[in-house]
């Protein structure tokens, strides 16, 4: 599957299902990926399946909201609109064509953007009403899509439709090695992190949050191991993004990421970790990035400071200890062979170069060690493990009710696959596949005797209830 440089932006006005639109389309369930941060009833940005296509889905809040912050709310909506390559109207169905909507649609013609008009919440609403809202075909937005977001309902052929409008990714070279994309906050050290690791003043470093404007592609190569840095935009915390240059940093960092095999998650030592570095953690994990957690500017702490920094760094990323944490001075150039090295094992760990026997022995221990839980009082068999794919490493289990294992169970397999293997930074994957029986089209035909006891169950049971009823 392609990546795809698209975006879609999902607006409307309040209540019209749109986060739940949002959440259907990356994968039914809270798929929040990345908050946009610091402002106030952020955008919401999230990875979804178009078609043969992956491309960027962005949530906003209602349009023309009667709050106090509904200005703020617009803004917000209308940036959104800008960094969209196709905009998603929703209305909801059950109330038809309301004086919002009519306001929303005629803006939104006004702009020239590419749209496609979405009745949401079908579920319930009669025929009529349905046939009502043919009429909304004529509105200049082409053909009106319906769909109910809560239980899936012509989602499929929404996905579809939005496919043609994801422009393809920029070409970019075709170079060999690592590539190692380099993300954070703004004025965190990024830019002068990558100098430190090239050894070249080749990226522009300014005292001033934003200074990189795009992701900049850097091949090099160093110990007869080619890489590709990949310097991106810094991910906003703070402050509202309205220069036009700047409107697109947050897609590109989360492009750059797809698109590496490790990425280096930069964060100031003195600030420490924030909310919205957690949030690129979760991206970088449910794309199957690896990660290693770069903490800059330690030269600027003393020893209380890096006691307090170590204790809060691990209490925040308890959900993924996995992550390797690495201390640099970007500025004085230390720690910088030492993540070289580290780059390289997470890399290595990508490819999981393992024979099939010497994982499924793996798998074996980890069963002895801990029985999988029954379901519905039938046991659970594990029977073997195959390797599917690279970066991420993906792993199928096959056997009987796999798919019914709780997610603790599968936690604790990827601990034991991570644990044996020596897996660090990088997402294990597995998935499950239940063992076709072969003879489920087979009926289990009873025997005389089976069938003569089988109507002496019956019979009693019919005389029970009988006596019951007379009591």
Not at 52 to 70: E, F, N, P, Q
Not at 212 to 232: A, G, K, M, N
Not at 309 to 334: D, G, Y
Not at 440 to 446: A, F, P
Request: aromatic letters at 4%.
């Amino acid at each position: 599957m392609s990546l795809s440089s698209g975006t879609v932006a999902l607006v409307g006005r309040p209540n019209v299902g749109k986060s739940t639109l949002f959440n259907r389309l990356c994968g039914g369930r809270d798929a929040l990926v990345h908050d946009r941060p610091g402002l106030t009833r952020d955008r919401k940005y999230g990875r979804a399946e178009f078609g043969a296509r992956i491309g960027t889905v962005i949530d906003t809040g209602g349009l023309h909201d009667t709050s106090d912050i509904a200005s703020l709310v617009n803004v917000q909506v209308q940036n959104a609109i800008d960094e969209a390559d196709v905009v998603v109207a929703l209305l909801d169905a059950s109330t038809g064509l309301t004086a919002a909507d009519e306001t929303i649609l005629q803006e939104l013609r006004v702009l020239n953007k590419p749209t496609r008009l979405v009745a949401n919440k079908i579920d319930g609403v009669k025929q009529v009403q349905l046939l009502a809202l043919e009429a909304l075909n004529g509105l200049g937005f082409g053909e009106t899509l319906f769909v109910s977001a809560t239980h899936g309902d012509g989602v499929n052929e929404l996905r579809d439709s939005l496919e043609s409008y994801l422009t393809n990714p920029a070409e970019s070279p075709d170079l060999e090695g690592i590539p190692v994309a380099v993300v954070g906050r703004p004025n965190v050290g990024k830019s002068t992190l990558v100098n430190a690791l090239l050894g070249d003043e080749r990226c522009v470093v300014f005292d001033e949050p934003g200074t990189t404007r795009d992701s900049i592609y850097i091949p090099f190569e160093r110990d007869d191991q080619r890489y590709v840095l990949i310097d991106t935009a810094g991910i906003r915390r703070k402050g509202r993004v309205n220069d036009v240059i700047e409107k697109f940093s947050v897609v590109k960092a989360l492009d750059a990421m797809v698109a590496a095999d490790v990425a280096l998650l930069v964060i100031d030592a003195t600030e420490g970790i924030v909310e919205q570095d957690l949030h690129i953690v979760s991206y970088a994990v449910e794309a199957g990035t690896g990660l290693i957690l770069v903490v800059n500017k330690v030269d600027a702490m003393n020893s209380e400071q890096r006691r307090e920094l170590k204790s809060s760094l691990s209490r925040r990323l308890k959900f993924a200890e996995w992550i390797p944490i690495h201390h640099t001075s970007a500025l004085n150039r230390t720690g910088i062979k030492r993540l070289y090295t580290k780059v390289r094992q997470i890399y290595a760990s990508g490819r999981l170069d393992i024979a099939t026997p010497d994982l499924n022995q793996v798998l074996q221990n980890a069963i002895h060690s801990h029985s999988p839980p029954t379901n519905r009082g039938r046991p659970v068999k594990i029977r073997y493990v195959n390797k599917l794919r690279d970066h991420p490493p993906t792993l199928l289990v096959h056997g009987n009710q796999v798919e019914s294992l709780p997610r603790s169970y599968a936690r604790y397999l990827e601990n034991s696959f991570r644990t044996a293997l020596d897996i660090e930074g990088m997402p294990i994957v597995i998935e499950f596949r239940n063992s076709a029986n072969p003879y489920s089209h087979r009926r289990n035909e009873l025997t005389r005797r089976q069938l003569k006891h089988r109507g002496r169950l019956i019979q009693r049971r019919k005389a029970r209830a009988k006596a019951k009823g007379r009591r």
